[in-house]
Protein backbone atom coordinates (compact mmCIF):
# COMPACT_ATOMS: atom_id res chain seq x y z
CA UNK A 1 0.00 0.00 0.00
CA UNK A 2 1.23 3.78 0.37
CA UNK A 3 2.26 3.75 3.74
CA UNK A 4 4.78 1.04 2.78
CA UNK A 5 5.67 2.13 -0.39
CA UNK A 6 6.70 5.49 1.47
CA UNK A 7 8.40 3.50 4.41
CA UNK A 8 10.55 2.04 1.65
CA UNK A 9 11.47 5.25 0.09
CA UNK A 10 12.26 6.33 3.18
CA UNK A 11 14.57 3.57 4.20
CA UNK A 12 16.09 3.75 0.48
CA UNK A 13 16.71 7.84 1.61
CA UNK A 14 18.53 6.87 4.79
CA UNK A 15 20.19 4.10 2.80
CA UNK A 16 21.50 6.65 0.31
CA UNK A 17 22.49 9.20 3.26
CA UNK A 18 24.75 7.03 4.96
CA UNK A 19 26.26 5.89 1.62
CA UNK A 20 26.95 9.40 0.82
CA UNK A 21 28.29 10.22 4.32
CA UNK A 22 31.30 6.93 3.83
CA UNK A 23 32.04 8.44 0.38
CA UNK A 24 32.85 12.08 2.35
CA UNK A 25 34.53 9.94 4.92
CA UNK A 26 37.05 8.09 2.61
CA UNK A 27 37.70 11.26 0.61
CA UNK A 28 38.52 13.26 3.62
CA UNK A 29 41.04 10.21 4.91
CA UNK A 30 42.46 10.19 1.31
CA UNK A 31 42.95 14.30 1.56
CA UNK A 32 44.38 14.32 5.50
CA UNK A 33 46.49 10.78 4.24
CA UNK A 34 47.93 13.00 1.03
CA UNK A 35 48.58 15.76 3.26
CA UNK A 36 51.18 13.39 5.62
CA UNK A 37 52.99 12.23 2.58
CA UNK A 38 53.83 15.49 1.87
CA UNK A 39 54.82 16.68 5.17
CA UNK A 40 56.63 13.75 5.49
CA UNK A 41 58.59 14.65 1.54
CA UNK A 42 59.10 17.98 2.85
CA UNK A 43 61.27 16.46 6.62
CA UNK A 44 63.27 14.20 4.08
CA UNK A 45 63.62 16.99 1.70
CA UNK A 46 64.85 19.20 4.95
CA UNK A 47 67.10 16.32 6.11
CA UNK A 48 68.86 16.79 2.56
CA UNK A 49 68.92 21.06 2.82
CA UNK A 50 70.09 20.88 6.38
CA UNK A 51 73.06 18.48 4.76
CA UNK A 52 73.73 20.78 2.26
CA UNK A 53 73.48 23.69 3.77
CA UNK A 54 76.43 23.01 6.77
CA UNK A 55 78.63 21.67 3.36
CA UNK A 56 77.91 25.11 1.93
CA UNK A 57 78.69 27.58 4.75
CA UNK A 58 81.82 29.00 4.78
CA UNK A 59 83.42 26.76 7.12
CA UNK A 60 87.03 24.81 7.02
CA UNK A 61 85.70 21.28 5.79
CA UNK A 62 88.11 18.54 5.51
CA UNK A 63 90.59 18.51 2.67
CA UNK A 64 89.61 14.99 1.72
CA UNK A 65 85.82 16.56 1.28
CA UNK A 66 86.89 19.57 -0.48
CA UNK A 67 89.29 18.14 -3.08
CA UNK A 68 88.17 15.37 -4.05
CA UNK A 69 85.09 15.08 -6.26
CA UNK A 70 84.55 11.40 -5.54
CA UNK A 71 84.21 12.75 -1.36
CA UNK A 72 81.67 15.12 -2.45
CA UNK A 73 79.57 12.66 -4.58
CA UNK A 74 80.08 9.87 -2.22
CA UNK A 75 78.69 12.06 0.67
CA UNK A 76 75.79 13.80 -1.54
CA UNK A 77 74.77 10.06 -2.96
CA UNK A 78 74.77 9.00 0.94
CA UNK A 79 72.75 11.37 2.06
CA UNK A 80 69.65 11.44 -0.95
CA UNK A 81 69.69 7.60 -0.24
CA UNK A 82 69.18 8.49 3.47
CA UNK A 83 66.25 10.75 3.32
CA UNK A 84 64.82 8.52 0.31
CA UNK A 85 64.95 5.85 2.67
CA UNK A 86 63.66 7.82 5.79
CA UNK A 87 60.80 8.68 3.37
CA UNK A 88 60.03 4.84 2.53
CA UNK A 89 60.24 4.17 5.91
CA UNK A 90 57.54 6.78 7.20
CA UNK A 91 55.38 6.20 4.29
CA UNK A 92 55.66 2.39 5.06
CA UNK A 93 54.38 3.24 8.87
CA UNK A 94 51.02 5.56 7.86
CA UNK A 95 50.31 3.39 4.91
CA UNK A 96 50.12 -0.21 7.47
Known sequence: STFQRLETIGEYIDDTEDLINIQLDYAQNKLIRFEVVLSIATFSGAI???????????????????SNAWAFTVINVS???FTLVAFRWCYSQISG
Open 48 to 66: FSAVAGMLGENLVLPSSIT
Open 79 to 81: VIS
